[in-house]
Every structure is written in structure tokens, then in C-alpha cells.
């Protein structure tokens, strides 16, 4: 898998030296595309690095001036321009340094990339390997269940063995995909592999909570028996405290996300005074919602192919009521479990005029 690059007209050009000296600026002999990393999905992306091109012609101290999305490439370009080579700066004959040497590489997945990662983040790192000054790479399989979320994950290749793997699992737990979609409905994708990449470059540590407040089961869902996920991003504050908390994803739509919004204001995470080491100030954290006794992978009750039609009136304040079943792929439905889920949830209003409406003979249908 390949990256793309770019190089902005002129940056490999530094100013001539004042006396009327003779200079010839670095070019390039040999630059290898930096590999696409396997983590980030099927993201497009960029990074901006500064380097110095030796007078051997090898690069050093490259760093990154920045990057889109924010350190999900940076390892990989780093590690890619470590690899190239340049004729040196000649300045009257003799090869000198060049540094302040500026490039753009611009990152976009091969055509196929398997099941799209819907919240991309760049892996972060455990603290004690950060302190070793540890780099390596872990392959962790899972599986990806209809909704999106990922279960039954796993380690089938570590180096070095045991110092990613912890944070390797919890970085795939936090992933949402998008379902595969067969006949019109999401399937659930077993098998499901990726190589996560650890390197020193730009690394960050996810801090852990230190006070977590539990979101409350809402009581409409707790009693329909509904189960699902809030998958959010965080920004992490100075302090520790959560300064916006934002959905990602949720599944079902419209029925835990005020919960985990409530819930999360109130967290406090470690700081970099309390760690001594680099912290993410952006973070991915899943908060599933389940039943006692439901299996995790279990998200949905109804198998593929399976649907459920309700009519219902739409309220003012988006609340579904008058709820009722019109139509069903197959007889002995759980129709009670889909009608209680339908009340439970809200919906965006519906305005004409300007002015909220209650709308009746909506209909929906549930798979």
C-alpha cells in the first residue's frame, strides 16, 4: 500500500549565500513513497515535514510543521523521507548542509482497503513503552458487528511481544466501521485484521480516567431491552476535565447519545503534570450499553433480511408516539421489542413556517 507525494514548487531551493559564492541546491537521487499505514482505514491525508538534507546526501531531524488528520500520517511520512537519498548543496564545490528543507506528502489508500473505518484516529502510546523509548507493531484481529462496533478482538502478532498489546486492543475497541451491506442490509464481518504501527515520532499517551461518572440507562431502552454504543471524540482540557464532547457515531440512532453527553462532562482524565509525558488532547472512547446477559456482537434483534414497518405521529418536540406495526417480513416478529425501541427514541422536529408540527402516518421500517 503507497502513499502520494508532493513537492511544493521551490521549497527544496534554500537562498543563495551573499559574496558570490557558488551554490547548487540538493536534489534528489532516490525518494521511496512512504508506505500508506494500514491504520488509517481508508482516510485521505497530508503531512508538512522539515528536514535537513546532510552533506552526504542522507536526511536528519525530520519533523513534522503539520498534518491532516492530526498525527495519523506523521509516522509514517517520517519514516518514509528517513529512506531517501539527495546529491548535497554544493556551495563552491563543497557539499554542505541544507537544512530547512519543506515537503508535502500527500496520503491516499490503495482501491482496496476492506471495511471503511468511520473514526480514524492515530494510535497512542502506553506509557512505559514511551519511556523505554520502545517502538514496534502489533496485529490484532476482530470482528465487526451490524451496527458498526468491533467485538471478539484479539492478538496474532506482536514485536515486540506484550508492550502494545493492551493499548493495540483498546485502540481497535474504540474503532467504528461502516457494515458491510448485502441486499439492502448490514451484515456482521468476521475475521477482520489490522497492523498497527508504534513509533516514537509525534507519539502520544491516552490518559486514563480518574473519575468516571456511569452514563444512566434510559429507562424507555432499558425497558424495550435496547442495547447500543455512543462512540465519541473528546477534547481533553488542561485540567483533565472534558471541555466538548463530540457523537461520532451511536447506534440506535437517537437513543443513549444525551446520556453519554451528560455522563461525560463530568469525567476527569490524567494531565501532563500527573503523567510527566506527552498526553492526547483528543481522544476516541466507547460507551456501550448493554443488557445484563446480551452478548456484545449482539446489537440487533433481528437477523438479516428480517423488518419490521411502523406508522406512527411524529410529536412537536420529535418524540415518536401512537405507535403501531403494518407490516412484517415474517410472522412470530419480536413486533413488541421493535414498537417500545420506536418509542423510545427521539427525532429531529418537524418544522413548517418556522414552527415545530406534530406529523402523523410517518412510517419506518426496522431491519
Request: glycine share 8%.
Amino acid at each position: 500500500m503507497r502513499a502520494v507525494f508532493l513537492m511544493c514548487a521551490g521549497l527544496l531551493v534554500a537562498a543563495a549565500p551573499a559574496g558570490g559564492e557558488t551554490v547548487q541546491p540538493a536534489a534528489p537521487i532516490d525518494r521511496p513513497i512512504p508506505e500508506y499505514p494500514s491504520a488509517a482505514g481508508t482516510v485521505e491525508g497530508s503531512v508538512k515535514l522539515r528536514f535537513t538534507i546532510g552533506k552526504d546526501g542522507h536526511v536528519a531531524d525530520p519533523s513534522v510543521v503539520e498534518s491532516s488528520p492530526a498525527g495519523l500520517f506523521d509516522a509514517a511520512a517520517i519514516a518514509g523521507v528517513k529512506q531517501w537519498t539527495f546529491r548535497p548543496r554544493l556551495v563552491d564545490g563543497k557539499a554542505v548542509d541544507q537544512p530547512d528543507t519543506t515537503i508535502l506528502i500527500r496520503f491516499k489508500p490503495p482501491a482496496d482497503t476492506g471495511p471503511l473505518w468511520l473514526n480514524p484516529e492515530a494510535p497512542l502510546y502506553p506509557k512505559q513503552a514511551f519511556q523505554e523509548k520502545l517502538e514496534g507493531k502489533v496485529t490484532v484481529g476482530f470482528d465487526i458487528t451490524v451496527a458498526g462496533s468491533t467485538g471478539n478482538i484479539h492478538i496474532l502478532e506482536a514485536n515486540p511481544p506484550g508492550v502494545f498489546d493492551a493499548e493495540a486492543i483498546e485502540d481497535v475497541r474504540q474503532r467504528v466501521y461502516q457494515p458491510a451491506i448485502v441486499d439492502g442490509q448490514p451484515q456482521a464481518l468476521t475475521g477482520q485484521t489490522t497492523v498497527i504501527d508504534y513509533r516514537l515520532a509525534g507519539a502520544k499517551i491516552r490518559p486514563k480516567p480518574v473519575h468516571i461518572v456511569k452514563p444512566t440507562y434510559p429507562t424507555a431502552a432499558e425497558y424495550a431491552g435496547a442495547i447500543g454504543f455512543c462512540a465519541m471524540d473528546l477534547s481533553i482540557a488542561d485540567d483533565g476535565s472534558v471541555s466538548q464532547a463530540v457523537i461520532e457515531s451511536a447506534f440506535p440512532r437517537g437513543v443513549f447519545e444525551d446520556s453519554c453527553r451528560t455522563a461525560v462532562k463530568r469525567w476527569k482524565f490524567e494531565t501532563v503534570a500527573e503523567l510527566g509525558a506527552p498526553v492526547a488532547d483528543h481522544i476516541k472512547y466507547m460507551i456501550n450499553f448493554r443488557m445484563a446477559g446480551s452478548r456484545e456482537a449482539d446489537v440487533h434483534y433481528l437477523k438479516p433480511g428480517q423488518w419490521i414497518e411502523l406508522e406512527y405521529t411524529l410529536s412537536p418536540e420529535g418524540r415518536p408516539k401512537d405507535v403501531k406495526v403494518v407490516g412484517q417480513s415474517q410472522p412470530d416478529l419480536p413486533t413488541d421489542k421493535a414498537v417500545e425501541q420506536m418509542k423510545s427514541m427521539k427525532f429531529a422536529p418537524i418544522f413548517e413556517n418556522g414552527v415545530a408540527v406534530e406529523k402523523q402516518h410517518l412510517k419506518i421500517r426496522i431491519s
